[in-house]
């Protein structure tokens, strides 16, 4: 060892072990080294502080802790203590966790050893410092693609990279009170990524990304990405003035989802829920026949014979109306009763002054109602189609005794209520419902809608996009799906009362089963939120990465510190006292936890949620 290294290792070195409990170390601090920063070669070293690493040498591993804290007892040790100097009269010890230790010039996460007493301890040079934060790690033998995305916040100058793979292959949470800088940190982090892989043939190929922007905040200027696809969707604007550009393509296959139908229908999980299946049925098999139309024409003519020799009037006129519904309108109604009336001594339809006798079939074809089934035609709006299953599905249903009108007729009246809503989000003469169709960037602007909307839409689209990946990722494993939601809390509330156990269901099955399940066809998830307490514990434990900005309430750290059992204590206590733009980063793709100040975004590139400074309008 030369001079210099001499030198260096005793400036450096702090002290002795002197207790080990599990990770959990005490270090007593050498005497000489009580004072706040120490000098060597001329520069200065920041001394011991909470929050800072140090090495412990065992033989030759390097155990590398942090920090956690620090305590003064008195040293008994020491006689006269009168001419003494204050720090010499007492002894200064550490508590510090080990998180890793050196190998072969690297730093590896975990425990291999533990130190012994007396082991000595060491602060760490600067080049052992940009060691324990060198975060990309390398996949399959070949480094890991680093990305920019701050600096430490204890050192300004020291940036942090991480491994592009290490993170966005990984579901991530964003987290902090409101105005904390979740949405910017989200913004910064994605528009380094596409910035780096923008023009690029694969990444347009294979990589698709779906944001939910429930306030409008990425869906202007170049925000994000200048190639993204904006779905600016409204139901405030009238219909007329929506174009077919800003609403979503979904097709009928989409629609045809129990679990969808019975949330646009808020359905009954015993009465309605199994007959709005059985609509589903009819449908399919109707589709499934050689000549659709011919089938459905005939079920619907069948439907006209049955009803007007019905012999219970209120129900006949119940199904007569419903008919009339799905072929024609009013006028078709006051048509149909010009020339028949019902017989209330005898209870049967009649031809109008004919006489007392029932309708002939002959007769029956002669109605306007049954020609009217004669030439229906499908109604090029898929979602039209399908409520006229729906009703056929009703009078099948009702005609047979299998149920009430009153009881399954509210779930079809819930769902035409919304299609005045629906029809202007959704384009439902689109014949496919790939939203990816002209970016693989995709924000859809959910600022304009009302709520319902804001809670289905993220969930039809994200549990269409997750099972049209899962076929693509059998077919060809590079394809990759990452679908991000800031607001996070509007869709994933643990415990909503409001909330129908359909809605749970589908909402469990969709976004629990990504987060349990996407990794393994590729899908990825990204979820930003004001409450993590608010959000399943089953999502939240299962995010590999977390940027954890300020929180003050209780229950969110403690939500936090549930499931990120490794955070160490001082990123936790600094929490609620992080400044805007900084966050904690912790999980896989860094090594160990810190404190960053994330990069600041592009002008113009920035999402729209600057806090307003309403002085600024008042003079
Ligand atoms: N790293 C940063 N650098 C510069 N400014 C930032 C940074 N992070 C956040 N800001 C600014 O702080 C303000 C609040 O940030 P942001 O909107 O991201 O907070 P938020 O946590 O998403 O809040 P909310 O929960 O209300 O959506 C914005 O004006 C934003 O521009
Ligand atoms: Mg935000």
Known sequence: MNKLNLELESILKIGKVTSVKGRYVEVLVDKSKNSSHLLFN????KNVSVGSYVKIAKGFEELIG????EFIVEDKGVQDKSYLHEKERIKRILNISLLGYFQKKKFKQGIKELPLIDNECYLLTQVEFDRVHHFIKEING???IPLR?????SEKGKSIRVGINSLFASHIGIFGNTGSGKSYTLASLYNALFEEFQGKDGFHENARF?????????SFGDCLSSEKRVFNLSTRKKLEDIDDKDKLPINEETLLDIELLSILASATEKTQKPYLTRAIKLFKNVQKSDEPLEFFRNILKKKVREVLKMADKDKALALLDYLI?????DALHSELFQQIEWHNTLHFFKLRNGVSRELTDDEIEATPIYVECENYEFPENSLEKIINFLYTQLIIDVYNDKAFYEHIGPAVHKLQSKTTDLEKIIDFKSRHSNVFNDSNIVVVNLNDTNIDIKKIIPLILSKNAYQKQKKRYKKDNKQYLNLIVDEAHNILSYNSERESSTWKDYRLETFEEIIKEGRKFGVFLTVASQRPSDISSTI???LHNYFLHRLINNKDIEAVERTISYLDKVSFD?????PTGSCVLAGLCAQVPVIIDVDKIEEGKEPHNETIKPTDFWE
Do not use: H, R
């Open 540 to 542: 939240i434990s299962q």
């Open 66 to 69: 942090k920090i956690d804290g």
């Open 42 to 45: 001329g520069e200065i070293i």
């Open 142 to 144: 070949v480094d890991d």
């Open 149 to 153: 995305i701050g600096n430490l916040a």
């Open 210 to 218: 779906l944001f939910f922007d429930f306030n409008g905040e990425y």
């Open 574 to 578: 600094t929490l609620p006292i992080l």
């Open 325 to 329: 519904v799905i072929v024609g309108d």
